[in-house]
Structure formats: structure tokens, C-alpha cells
């Protein structure tokens, strides 16, 4: 291992490996010996448990910080947390949010729980680079992102989510549904 | 007239019926082979494979030929119509023309006849097999030609090299073979074999065996001979032009050969439809035939699992060391073969 190497290039790990160099030996110009054993090992492969995930049937575990499609929340009365304050739109790198602010109206307290609402809310999912940013400037919990992902469609009209799209239900009228949209992930 | 009403009209009935059986369930078969080929493929890289349509994807391979079918198709400007559309028939025609004189199995009783289940037991049987694959190569050439596009026709160059290369050690292999049964029809060269006494040719011809099949391999264009279909020099081969159903049919024949050359093999040294360690004759001829075809149909299977099995594990030859292969190693090694078997035969007799 003295060669001139050695003193230009220091090694870096000790996992180097000299290059064997010698001519091959008639067992192996044969190939066929080094032919059966690859064929060993693709034979082994047949038994071995397949890592596949069933797709659509079956799905993987996300992490408890997996960041899907956006969810607006309510509180637990059912009433529409987000104020239209704009800092999700702000802080958004993407420029994906656009929402358009409406004053609450005498008798729609049991929709909206402070006295400024959004009345358009808007989420383009082909800008959003789900980051994460909008959940973490809400100061109302109005918004947070879901396990829901890859969503399809035909135009690109259809990836400019309203808020039909966004609203978790109703925890008054689905209760089952809220919380499955909300899937523990909401902590106030 | 009366020649003509003496005729055994039931006889050209029966082989007809039984060419069409045949043939569809070649095509059947080979229509299933493609669909074990992903499969195979699938298990040897730890993956499921095709499981869609239907139960365990089974309807998967009706599925790729209605898309086959279905495609548009594109017949280039400058190429030569005719050729273009006789390249994949030939290639198909070939690869189902070895068929006639394999013998599936020994002969059935319907009706008070007998019928044998070989179309055809001419007494140049194995000859016939060799000038057809022979033919195989001009469906690849022609549609390389054809095509007049210069991968094509290199592809179809490298093909047509290897075939004329492989085909002779193929021969000289086979030599020894005959020397040992003394015939070269494929149904005396099995009975011989299945004969009381007598062992499967490969125990005889082990050396025999491993030369032939590396040549069945090269004459299949299959990994890690398939240097017509060179993906990452040529494209695609000599069949880059071709779209739809005759794209289909090339992709076809070669899994046909597949089939067929296993036939070859599971005959010429593996005891054709003889059952190891089971005397036949103690059954009734339509169950003995029964089994017979059951148990060529599973050496073909076995055969063929090796060939996808192979595939799947080697990568292919560089085009200098298939030549050199081919030349210098196994036509050499198939002489020796062929010397030593002849010296064993005379000094057996004395």
C-alpha cells in the first residue's frame, strides 16, 4: 500500500479498495459460475416480502407532520373561525391565497364567530407549494393543512379551491365528518 | 376418380382440426407467456407485477392486445410498403410453421381411429425445424430493411449475423444427438429416449445440452443475446418503425420461438412427453397421451421460466463478445462434443 498515492492523496475513509487488476482466471473467463450465482440471488429475490402499497385499496402511514390540502376550520358550534385578516395571504411564498373580506351581518352570528368573515376564500393548489407558512401565521387556527393529497383533475380551473372545497363539515350537523377531516391533527 | 374417393378423407379432417388446435393454442399460450414474463419479471425484483385486470391481472395480456389492436397504424413514407407489412408476417408465419413436427404426444383413440398427436412425423423432422428458424431471420431482416431506417438496419444486421453464427454451433450440438438416436425425426428421436434402458439424452449429451440451449437463447434473440433489439444503441430495434398489431406480431413471434424452441429442447433431450420414472404403457392410450402432453407442456414450462429467468438476472453480450462467442468458443466446444460422442459410440460397439 506504498504507492505514490499515499503521499499526494490522503485518504478519506478507510473503506478504499484497490482496484484488482490481475487477469481473469479460466474460472472465470468462463462466466458461467458467476452467471448461476447471479441467477441464485434473482431465484432468492422470489421469496422475499414485496415492499409494494396497493395503492388506491391500501395506504401508507403519514407522518404526524404530513402537510396535504388545506382545511378552513370551525369551532366546535360550527361557525367559521377565519377573520379575513389577510396574514395567511402574506406569508404564503407562493401567492396561492386570495380571499376577499365581508363585515358579519346582525342574525349570522351562528355562521361566523368574529364580526369579519371571508367571503371568498381562494387556494390555487397548482401554485401552493404546501410549505406549511399559512397554518403556521393563522392566529384565529382558521387554517391548517390535512392528509388529504394528490388531488386530479381535467382543467386547470378545477385546482382554484373555494370554499365549498375547503370547509371542514359541520361539527353541529356531521360530527363524524368534522372530526375525520380535522384527524387529530388540529390542536388548539 | 376412384384415387381421389380412396383418399383417407377423415385423416385430412383430423389434421386439420388439429393444426387448428395447434396453432390458437400456440397463440394462446404465447399470449400467456407474455403475461408471465411480467409476472417473472415482477417476482425476481421483488414487485407484484400486472394484478389489475381481473383476478390477479389474468386478463392483462387481452387487455395489451386490444391496445395493440386499437393503436394507429403508421406505415412510414419512405418505407417499402410491400416489405413493411410481410416483415412481421413472415416473422409470425416462421415461428409457427416449427409446430408441425413436434410430437405433443403419442396418439389418442376417438372413434375407433387413431389419431397421432404430431401433425406431421416427417422423417427429416429436426432438418425442418432448423430451415424454418432459418426463415425467422428474413421476417427481422426484411423488416429492418423495410423500414429504411438505419437503426433498423443495423438491428437487423446484428440479427441475421447472430442467427447464421449461432445456428451453426446450433447444428454441430445437435450432430451428437443424432449420432446417439440414428434418426432425425423428433417422434423416434423421443421414443428412443423413452425406451426401457435408455436415458434422457441430456445424460448422455450434458455438454450437448448447454451448447444448444445458449444457441436456442441467440436464435430467440433473448437476454443477454437480444442485440437486435438493443435498446440503448438502436433505439429499438429492427422494429422501431413499426406500430400496432405488427409491431404485436414481432413481439409475438418471439415469444412463439420461445415456446417452440423449448419444444425442441424438452424432445431432443429431455424425453419429449416421456414421464420420468413411469412406465406409460401400463395405462390406457388416452390417459397415457393425456399425461405424455401434460408432461411436455411442463418441461416447455420450465424451460421457459429459465429463459424469463435468465432475462431477468444477465445483462447483454457487447456485439464483439458475441461474435467471439459464437466463433471461438462454442463452435470449437460443439466439434469436440460432437468427436467425443463419436469416439464413445465406437469404442461402445468394440
Known amino acids: 500500500m506504498t504507492n505514490d498515492n499515499d503521499n499526494i492523496m490522503q485518504a478519506l475513509t478507510n473503506r478504499g479498495k484497490a482496484v484488482n487488476r490481475a487477469p481473469m482466471t479460466f474460472m472465470e473467463r468462463l462466466y458461467i459460475p458467476s452467471i448461476l450465482k447471479g441467477m441464485a440471488i434473482t431465484f432468492s429475490h422470489i421469496f422475499k416480502k414485496q415492499p409494494t402499497i396497493q395503492y388506491p385499496e391500501q395506504k401508507r402511514e403519514f407522518s404526524p407532520v404530513f402537510r396535504g390540502l388545506h382545511v378552513l376550520n370551525r369551532d366546535e358550534e360550527g361557525r367559521e373561525r377565519c377573520t379575513a385578516c389577510g396574514l395567511c395571504a402574506v406569508a404564503c411564498p407562493a401567492e396561492a391565497i386570495t380571499m376577499e373580506a365581508a363585515e358579519r351581518l346582525p342574525g349570522e352570528e351562528n355562521k361566523y364567530r368574529e364580526e369579519k368573515y371571508a367571503a371568498k376564500y381562494e387556494i390555487n393548489m397548482l401554485r401552493c407549494i404546501f410549505c406549511g407558512l399559512c397554518e403556521e401565521a393563522c392566529p384565529k387556527d382558521a387554517i391548517y393543512l390535512s392528509e388529504t393529497f394528490a388531488p386530479a383533475n381535467f382543467a386547470r380551473k378545477g385546482f382554484i379551491y373555494g370554499k365549498d372545497d375547503l370547509l371542514i363539515p359541520d361539527p353541529v350537523t356531521d360530527a363524524a365528518g368534522f372530526e375525520k377531516a380535522q384527524g387529530g391533527r388540529v390542536k388548539i | ?350
Open chain 2, 1 to 350: 376418380m376412384t384415387t381421389i374417393l380412396a383418399f383417407d378423407w377423415i385423416l385430412l379432417l383430423e389434421k386439420l382440426i388439429l393444426i387448428a388446435i395447434i396453432v390458437f393454442a400456440s397463440l394462446g399460450i404465447a399470449l400467456y407467456t407474455t403475461f408471465a414474463e411480467r409476472k417473472v419479471a415482477a417476482v425476481l425484483q421483488d414487485r407484484p407485477g400486472p394484478n389489475r385486470a381481473g383476478p390477479f391481472g389474468l386478463f392483462q395480456p387481452f387487455a395489451d392486445g386490444l391496445k395493440l389492436i386499437m393503436k394507429e397504424e403508421i406505415i412510414p413514407n419512405t418505407a417499402n410498403k410491400v416489405l413493411f407489412v410481410l416483415g412481421p408476417g413472415l416473422a409470425m408465419t416462421a415461428a409457427l410453421m416449427t409446430c408441425a413436427v413436434i410430437p405433443w404426444s403419442t396418439s389418442v383413440e376417438f372413434f375407433g381411429r387413431k389419431i397421432d398427436l404430431q401433425i406431421a412425423d416427417i422423417n427429416i423432422g429436426i432438418l425442418y425445424i432448423f430451415g424454418v428458424v432459418s426463415l425467422g431471420v428474413y421476417g427481422i431482416m426484411i423488416g429492418g430493411w423495410a423500414s429504411n431506417n438505419k437503426f433498423s438496419l443495423m438491428a437487423a444486421l446484428r440479427g441475421a449475423s447472430q442467427a447464421i453464427s449461432y445456428e451453426l454451433a446450433m447444428g454441430l450440438s445437435l450432430i451428437a444427438v443424432l449420432m446417439i438416436s440414428g434418426s432425425l425425426s423428433l417422434k423416434a428421436i423421443v421414443e428412443q429416449q423413452q425406451a426401457a434402458g435408455n436415458l434422457w439424452n441430456i445424460v448422455y449429451q450434458p455438454l450437448g445440452f448447454i451448447i444448444f440451449f445458449i444457441c436456442a437463447l441467440a436464435e430467440c434473440n433473448r437476454t443477454p443475446f437480444d442485440l437486435p433489439e438493443a435498446e440503448n444503441e438502436l433505439n429499438f430495434g429492427y422494429h422501431q418503425e413499426y406500430s400496432s398489431m405488427k409491431l404485436g406480431f414481432y413481439l409475438f413471434s418471439e415469444y412463439i420461438n420461445m415456446i417452440m424452441s423449448s419444444a425442441v429442447m424438452a424432445c431432443l433431450f429431455f424425453g419429449g412427453y416421456d414421464i420420468p420414472f413411469f412406465d406409460e404403457s401400463t395405462l390406457s392410450p388416452n390417459i397415457a397421451a393425456l399425461l405424455g402432453f401434460l408432461a411436455l407442456f411442463t418441461k416447455i414450462i420450465i424451460f421457459i421460466f429459465v429463459f424469463m429467468w435468465i432475462r431477468w438476472t444477465i445483462p447483454r453480450f457487447r456485439y464483439d463478445q458475441l461474435m467471439n462467442l459464437g466463433w471461438k468458443r462454442l463452435i470449437p466446444l460443439a466439434l469436440f462434443n460432437m468427436l467425443l460422442t463419436g469416439a464413445f459410440i465406437l469404442w461402445k460397439q468394440g
